[in-house]
């Protein structure tokens, strides 16, 4: 048999390395979802950052366009002013010498309304 003085002093170095196993999983544990929470953060921040550079290649991309637009548009539009313009002027010849024709009037108007 083992005398009382030796079990009680078993009893307390068993209960000392269970409690100290019990702190060392505790330990862990916590460490474990601090990285893991730390992880976490990382993540949602990178997609952030790529839904943010999405959404910054969108907007370019857009503005691109327009400026497209814009130019075509400023391309197409300058020649046919000047088209309407000189048949105004051929119009404005024509009926002070009274050879207007109210068909080719007709034909600037529809070119100048579509």
Request: aromatic share 8%; proline share 2%.
């Amino acid at each position: 048999m083992i005398p009382s003085d030796n079990l009680v002093s078993l009893i307390i170095i068993a209960t000392l390395g269970i409690l100290t196993l019990c702190a060392f999983i505790i330990v862990f544990v916590v460490m474990y979802q601090k990285n893991m929470m730390q992880k976490n953060h990382e993540i949602r921040a990178l997609v952030q950052q790529k839904q943010i550079e999405l959404f910054d290649a969108a907007s370019q991309a857009e503005e691109r366009e327009k400026e497209r637009i814009a130019r075509n548009l400023h391309d197409e539009i300058n020649p046919m002013l000047t088209l309407l313009k000189q048949n105004l002027q051929k119009h404005k010849f024509d009926f002070i010498k009274n050879k207007f024709s109210v068909d080719h009037f007709e034909n600037d108007y529809v070119l100048l309304i579509v």
